[in-house]
């Protein structure tokens, strides 16, 4: 077995298990009942799904310089996703969107 096929196959995973979880929180935004469920489905599934299919092209890219740029891609979305969910979150907050109570339905 040659260390390409491992690399393909290594790679063609992390692509597949990002699609996973992009898909899973495209579910989590569609199925959960309140604003800040949905908010954390997004906001993780967002992280890990990019994190895997970057992952994956990082295996593939055939210079450093396409490397680089993944990586800055990368360390740009980490920092700005958890970010991004925290501002609409207080911005919800602030607004008024309450939290469930303790046993209350949330549908």
């Known amino acids: 077995?040659?260390?390409?096929?491992l690399i393909d196959v290594a790679s063609g995973a992390?692509?597949?298990?990002?699609?996973?979880?992009?898909?899973?929180?495209?579910?989590g935004l569609l199925r959960f009942p309140d604003f800040y469920t949905r908010t954390h489905a997004g906001s993780l599934t967002d992280s890990a799904g990019a994190?895997?299919?970057?992952?994956?092209?990082?295996?593939?890219?055939?210079?450093?310089?396409?490397?680089l740029r993944l990586v800055l891609i990368m360390l740009f979305m980490m920092l700005t996703g958890p970010t991004a969910a925290h501002a609409l979150a207080q911005a919800a907050?602030?607004?008024?969107?309450?939290?469930?109570?303790?046993?209350?339905?949330?549908?």
């Open 1 to 5: 077995m040659s260390v390409s096929l």
């Open 14 to 27: 992390l692509v597949l298990a990002g699609c996973v979880f992009v898909v899973s929180g495209g579910v």
């Open 51 to 67: 994190a895997l299919l970057i992952l994956g092209l990082l295996l593939q890219a055939e210079s450093w310089q396409s490397a």
């Open 93 to 107: 907050r602030r607004d008024g969107e309450r939290l469930p109570a303790e046993g209350e339905d949330r549908h």
